[in-house]
């Protein structure tokens, strides 16, 4: 499926260069290990919850972008 966003790597100000990509439904596990590596600040943050552990259901919805809807994107 094309989501009309092209990957692209981009240098941020301390001139890490990041790849970014639209997000697709193998990236599953890579979320579980994202949000396991995430202090519990970040993840409040990031989902406005304390969650311990990113659920399958989460995981899925995120991973699995149905058309029309805003990119989600990954980096690495």
């Given amino acids: 499926m094309s989501t009309g966003f092209e990957p692209r790597t981009i240098e941020l100000r301390d001139g890490t260069k990041v790849h970014l990509r639209p997000i697709v439904p193998d990236d599953e596990p890579l979320l579980h290990e994202a949000v396991a590596a995430m202090s519990e600040r970040t993840v409040y943050f990031r989902f406005f919850s ?27």
Avoid at 51 to 76: C, G, N, Q, Y
Wanted: hydrophobic share 50%; no cysteine; glycine share 0%.
């Fill in 50 to 76: 304390p969650i311990k552990r990113m659920s399958d259901a989460l995981a899925h919805r995120l991973a699995v972008v149905e058309a029309p809807t805003w990119p989600r994107w990954r980096w690495r």
